[in-house]
């Protein structure tokens, strides 16, 4: 089975400011890794994928995530925020190989831009 | 891509009546999944829908809380019957990308229980 851990539930930064929302995940088989992000009153939307290859993925908005196999980890990053980016963010990982399309999502990090 | 549209996208509900949701995409796909959001917590995958089959449902969700209907590619409907407060959350439906390496949310159906 597997499991997702957001150590951050909110995260306040200024703007301008770097980002880093952390994801830790749990799993006795290779996974996909995935961030979305839900803006208020809105579904989730898909920031970048981890399916193999290059462990840095660049995805939308300027965010990028590293996948780092040995500490089981998958983290978000962004150099300079900015006010819209404040939203929910959900770290999520999928079984390539369960034969089911289930994801696992974390519990999720708000992150709060200040001015 | 697609566009997932979903009604209602709230509603208040007294204790023990039932709320059907409705999900629409904007083009055929083969299988259509119900997550529950609940307050500060994770999505949770409810079922997977499959047109022309009964749906396949999660532990801890059964067929009688929570019906679903897939009449054809391009929609849904999720009940949740016999409301109680603890069903009070956030319904999202999705459909699956190519291999279903992502997945495309609706803006989610946001219901609070009286």
């Known amino acids: 089975a597997q499991s997702v851990t957001q150590l951050d539930s909110q995260v306040p930064v200024f703007e301008e400011a770097p980002v880093e929302l952390r994801c830790n995940y749990s799993s006795s088989v290779s996974v996909y890794l995935f961030w979305y992000v839900q803006y208020p009153n809105q579904g989730l939307q898909l920031l970048l994928k981890?399916?193999?290859?290059?462990?840095l993925v660049k995805g939308i908005n300027g965010f990028e995530a590293e996948f780092n196999k040995s500490q089981t980890s998958f983290h978000l990053r962004k150099p300079s925020v900015h006010i819209s980016d404040t939203a929910e963010y959900f770290c999520?990982?999928?079984?390539?190989?369960?034969?089911?399309?289930?994801?696992?999502f974390g519990t999720g990090t708000r992150l709060k831009v200040l001015a | 891509s697609a566009v997932i549209s979903q009604k209602p996208s709230r509603d208040i509900c007294q204790r023990g009546t039932s709320l059907t949701i409705q999900c629409q995409v904007d083009s055929q796909v083969t299988m259509m999944f119900w997550y529950r959001q609940q307050p500060g917590q994770s999505l949770t995958l409810i079922a997977t829908a499959n047109q022309g089959s009964e749906a396949t449902y999660e532990s801890g969700f059964v067929i009688d809380k929570f019906p679903i209907s897939r009449p054809n590619l391009t929609f849904s409907t999720l009940t949740v019957s016999n409301m109680s407060p603890e069903d009070s959350s956030i319904y999202l439906c999705?459909?699956?990308?190519?291999?279903?390496?992502?997945?495309?949310f609706g803006p989610g159906t946001r219901l609070t229980v009286l």
């Open positions: 999705s459909v699956g990308g190519f291999s279903y390496n992502e997945q495309f």
């Open positions: 999520a990982v999928r079984n390539p190989t369960s034969g089911t399309y289930k994801y696992i």
């Open positions: 981890y399916l193999s290859g290059s462990t």
